[in-house]
């Protein structure tokens, strides 16, 4: 706890700023029930229960496990730089601030993603990193470029 200047006790705002990763295991992943209540959970841990805001997301399905002695399979260490988004199979989501503010648009925008890769209720094979709007031009065969981000979708 922190004291103010009057001397009165309140909570020291913890949030969480730049990458954070996730993961999960194939129960959760594949569930996008389990996964909205999980997110929940991780939101709260952040330091901000209402909201994605300040921390870009990588979910990512368990990869690193080790077997012990006894065959029991538990969760491994993470190799390499944290995070360490595999790029086959990752989508990346840039979210608004105005969606990343409410975690029931985030949910809603969870659903959405699912839709547009086609394997809903499931998301099996497939990592999700969820950050602050992106700011991306594309520029297809034709070459016609698109503009993605608030000024331009």
């Known amino acids: 706890m922190a004291v103010d200047t009057k001397g009165t006790a309140r909570a020291t705002e913890r ?13 959760v992943a594949y569930d996008p029930k389990a ?3 999980g997110i929940a959970n991780i939101v709260e841990r952040l330091g901000c229960p209402k909201c994605f805001s300040g921390a870009d997301c990588l979910f990512t ?14 969760p491994g260490i993470a190799a390499g730089p944290t995070p360490d988004p595999w790029r ?11 969606v990343r503010f409410d975690l029931d648009k ?14 809903h209720p499931c998301i099996s094979g497939f ?9 991306t031009i594309v520029v297809n065969e034709k070459l016609e ?6 000024a331009g979708f």
């Open 145 to 150: 470029a698109q503009r993605f981000d608030q």
């Open 88 to 98: 086959e199979n990752t989508y990346t989501v840039g979210l608004s601030s105005k």
């Open 15 to 27: 949030r969480a700023r730049g990458a954070v990763r996730i993961t999960l295991p194939a129960s």
């Open 106 to 119: 985030v949910y809603k925008a969870i659903d959405k993603t699912i839709d547009i890769i086609g394997a």
């Open 127 to 135: 990592d999700f990193h969820f950050q602050d709007e992106l700011r």
């Open 35 to 37: 996964l909205k209540k």
């Open 61 to 74: 399905t368990e990869r690193e496990l080790v077997i012990d002695p006894k065959l029991a399979v538990g």
